[in-house]
């Protein structure tokens, strides 16, 4: 998509699904038009068979909250559409509606880079329930990608043990929005750097590139195009080497390091972009502490992820730095969160008390939760995160309780120990943000925290263990309830 | 990502690898300013274990390049940044020359929604080096993931065996470009209409919705809810039948549309979006039948893809459209084309000759190919293609060929028939766009109109037959000869 087809920032409120509008204006006609609503946005299984999944995108809800007005053009276009049926899709009345309609919502958020778990709300968004409609689809689109590719950046850094991980995985990202998702995430979640310059100027993330092979084909020999690289960027040379032949880039890489050194200059590392990685970064090591330059680094691409990292340093690979593209930026091998947005409660009359309400579904994995939700977490005295409690302030319930329903399994329960907190912050009232916008270093240290913290057990790749969130008892009866009542009042299943 | 982050329309020019930028200096220093260079854009292998791609994006690449400038802003972000190793990491001479600096560029594209095979080039792009270089990350983040998308829709459409396919990806795509890049690409290859209403005001596709499960839970009971859409939404009502128990939102449907016949309405659908669509579908069937309401659609969603489409078809499923969401946007489960772009010939004097290059590799399938190359699509009598030939204008050929060489097999050639035409276009000359921008219709069009004419046995799911795609006899010579040359000069491999 080229960023020429829309500059104007109002854009953000057809970024939309159809039926968002339609539902509007639904509940325009239908009397809901102050109906309150309370949706919570949460996916239902951890990604890429992990043990959790690292928030992210919340920290831009504000903005577009703040952001969501129709403007004349919008109201013109979307006046122009005919229902299938024939006829205008949306009526003059509901169109006048929402020329400079601001959302009147108020959103509670788990802050960016803090660790999450399946089911429980990573956003709660509360107010008219046409509001809450309008802003669900570019909600999600914020949410859902940035999650999932916050969490498999996370795991892409703990594979590289500490060494520095670069995303370079812009041009196989959906377009330029696609790509400063990734590096935005990827720095959160622990990325050193991006490939990214938008995302460096945007952002003020640290930027980071070496050559490509084009480069080396464009010289008359490989030789000549490193010595020109190097005399183009003494203090910024890492050295593409398989151009050709590894072992042949190895040796020119050492002619032009110690010609670099007569210069007062160091070449700061060579890059290995295919091939048996294991095998030629040892040979490359070799040769250069044979060599008598032991500080050139060695840094690999060529589809990395995760479990290729791990596999590198499990043979000794000695490797100083990964660039990770492709599998980062598209989240192979799961490129969806499965992120969804339900309504959880209803308040018909402005005045009155909230009622809460389920969705029900052949596939019990789809049924949600109800009412108002706050998730606590509880600590060890380590400050470890030892659960999730997931609490419906619309049920009576214990405030700090000290045993918990699991949320998978009503057969089973936890004894809860320790000071809670709050997993959700206030982060828009009445439609605008309630404190400045959070810098991304803030995110990121809170990631790294997050995860130093959490439980090596549940941040391991092969079978991960369960991270425990449950219901509050009061909201596993509510549910209970709901669930029985829901069903004998829309036809029990029966068994033919 | 927000749309508000950026909208100039100039950060065309920064959403790039910073790789490129650095070797546009490195370029500019080493007296290769003037150098001329050819790039193709491809990639190495039919996605989704398929026959085929659908070329999309390219429709774009002239409005990139038109609009591709640096403006103050961008060139005061890069003169702040520092080189790893100290200092600036851009000299102010280079950046005075990026000040200003235009792309003269002259661009052949194959057409969009033209089928394109591997190795093939989809764009070719000449020009200054520099300049080549400079557009290359946006122009591969632009055409990668729209023929990716365009491909995994062309494959939906076809198992729907005529049936329409809607996008419903926005809300899992890679931000608002991502949502835009997927309806686009959708519709050229065949979708009927989008969920994405900013989708529908740019590029003119029809726009498509029902209603949510929260707009069912919004009121007292589902009957009530229907009745509220149908009277808001008659001429465009889709009932969406899941939210507690599909059959009695079947049942309710049906006194929803009896009601509606009085009111001289009709219910256009209803639509199921879980649990098992195969039986739901023949019930609601059954059902809609036996009430006398033949007329009612059948809509479903739920994680489709073009497998989950056939296996509803065989067994029967009385379905009428389908809505794809997640495994659209995502283009699981191959998330990314690979898509690369790759120098094939050098012209160091802009007077002088075209030296053509190629990279080597230990990764034989990461050899390119050399040449300013074009490609000859041949046709038999009824006009189906029965093979392409990549054509190298460097070094002497037969023109229209009698036979060529397998792309990835030297033993193998092909004799070839019939009348070729040339599948590359010129899209771009010195940087200006050779005519207006297509409208998105003609390349829908140009698509159904490709595959109806490619031979079902590429087109088939699984094991597709190879389609032939091979080298003009003096292009496999010289790929031959630049290998061994190469071979030569950098180290050939020894066997140890």
Known sequence: MSLTDRT??????????????????????????????????????????????????????????????????????????????????????????????????????????????????????????????????????????????????????????????????????????????????????????????LAGKIYGIPVFGTHAHSWVMAFGSELESFRAFAASSPKNCTLLVDTYDVHQGIKNAIVVAREMERAGERLAAIRIDSGDLARLSKEARLAFDEAGLPYIKIAVSNDLDEYTIQSLFAQGAPIDSFGVGTKLATCDPQPSLGGVYKLSAIRRDADGPWTPVIKLSEQAYKRTLPGIQRVLRYHDALGRPTGDLIVDDTVAHEGVAHRMVDILDPYRTYDLAGEPSGLLEKIVEGGRRTAPPEGIEAARQRCADALMRLDPAVTRFLNPQVYPVGLERGLAELLRNLAEEEGARSGRPTVA
């Open 8 to 197: 104007k920032p109002t854009d953000v409120c057809l970024n939309t699904d159809l039926y968002e509008l339609t539902m509007a204006q639904g509940f325009w006609e239908s009397g809901l038009a102050d109906a309150q609503g309370c949706f919570n946005a949460f996916f239902r299984e951890n990604p890429f068979e992990g043990g959790y999944a690292v928030c992210c995108g919340v920290g831009q809800v504000a903005e577009l909250v703040e952001n969501f007005v129709f403007d004349d053009e919008d109201i013109s276009y979307l006046s122009e559409l005919e229902a299938p049926g024939g006829g205008p899709m949306f009526k003059p009345g509901f169109l006048e509606y929402l020329r400079d309609h601001h959302l009147d919502l108020t959103i509670h958020a788990v802050s960016e880079g803090e660790v999450v778990f399946p089911r429980e709300p990573m956003v709660r968004v509360e107010g008219p329930v046409i509001d809450c409609q309008l802003v669900e689809t570019a909600l999600l689109n914020l949410v859902n990608f940035q999650t999932l590719v916050a969490t498999k950046c996370a795991r892409v850094v703990r594979a590289a043990e500490g060494h520095p991980v670069s995303d370079f995985g812009l041009r196989r990202a959906q377009g330029p929005d696609g790509g400063l998702a990734v590096a935005r995430a990827s720095y959160v979640a622990g990325a050193s750097s991006t490939s990214n310059v």
